[in-house]
């Protein structure tokens, strides 16, 4: 009887041990992925700046969506060996941190056969291009003598090149604001007519400013220009990049003839004695 208690006890044990090992399995240590920034080509002359600011990236391992992260970023992924990985670079549409969308534009970023390892940290730098049915029908780079703006009668400012502080290249637009110089207004010196079927439209630029801007449109039908307030840019003492919808609006105006750009600021009373907003690589993109 001792004995057959001792083979009894042994059984419930194993049978234990198989019953936990059931309900609690050894957990999988995922392989990591490191993503710090996306790299951008520029494939074409007529396509401008590489700049960019791509803050998330939308990842895909092995057909499995994995999510959106904010670069820099470490992502966890359980699927190992050798992966189909998929990679799309995002924006803050408007500057906005909960409106994130994918960055229409560029090319998604793919690796076939991919080896990923359990428990092994694997650097992965997108690098992309812009989609080959990509049009920029207005860039501006404040490189030239002329500038493709023009001012109302009341703008008592302009756009000035200047070199001191620079996102590329040798000269970026500087607008200036004190006492005597206190509203700017500068508009695309071209009418656009732009594409009302739902495609994406950005206005996007570099800038950096002690005091905030405004983006809008100005809406033409028959004539009549209507300004359409689009985005309040709040001050950035360090050189940032916008991204603003404009495809909103243009498929809201379904009577509109064109859109002309607009850029408004005025000279805060309350803030700093002078004031400036300086701006370089703007492009103007859609499909």
């Known amino acids: 009887m001792l004995k057959i208690g001792k083979c009894l006890s042994v059984i419930t044990l194993a049978a234990s041990l198989i019953s936990c090992n059931l309900i609690n399995p050894e957990e999988k240590i995922p392989a990591l992925i490191k993503i710090d920034t996306v790299l951008v080509k520029v494939t074409n002359f007529d396509q401008g700046?590489?700049?960019?600011k791509m803050t998330n990236i939308w990842i895909s391992v092995g057909g499995k969506n994995l999510?959106?992260?904010?670069t820099p970023t470490m992502i966890p992924c359980l699927e190992t060996g050798p992966q189909w990985i998929y990679l799309r670079p995002g924006i803050k549409m408007n500057g906005i941190a909960g409106s994130r969308v994918a960055y229409p534009f560029f090319e998604p970023y793919e690796l076939n056969e991919f080896i990923l390892e359990s428990g092994k940290t694997t650097v992965i730098t997108p690098t992309t291009t812009y989609k080959k049915e990509c049009k920029f029908p207005w860039m501006e780079d404040f490189e030239d003598?002329?500038?493709?703006?023009?001012?109302?009668?009341?703008?008592?400012?302009?756009?000035?090149?200047?070199?001191?502080?620079v996102k590329e290249g040798r000269f970026s637009g500087a607008i200036y604001l004190d006492k005597q110089h206190q509203y700017f207004e500068a508009n695309s010196s071209t009418?656009?007519?732009?594409?009302?079927?739902?495609?994406?439209?950005?206005?996007?630029?570099?800038?950096?400013s002690n005091t905030g801007l405004e983006s809008g449109?100005?809406?033409?039908t028959d004539g009549a220009a209507v300004w359409n307030s689009l985005v309040y840019i709040k001050p950035s003492a360090?050189?940032?990049?916008?991204?603003i919808d404009l495809h909103s609006t243009v498929g809201y105006e379904t009577n509109a003839d064109a859109f002309r750009i607009g850029l408004r600021a005025e000279w805060d009373s309350t803030g700093l004695?002078?004031?400036g907003i300086i701006m370089d690589n703007l492009k103007l993109i859609h499909f």
């Open 67 to 70: 999510g959106v992260y904010e």
């Open 238 to 243: 360090t050189w940032n990049r916008i991204y």
């Open 145 to 165: 003598a002329g500038v493709s703006f023009d001012y109302p009668s009341y703008s008592d400012s302009i756009f000035r090149n200047q070199s001191d502080s």
């Open 273 to 275: 004695a002078k004031q």
């Open 49 to 52: 700046s590489a700049s960019h």
């Open 217 to 220: 449109v100005y809406v033409i």
């Open 191 to 208: 009418d656009f007519v732009l594409p009302g079927t739902g495609t994406m439209i950005l206005l996007e630029f570099d800038y950096k």
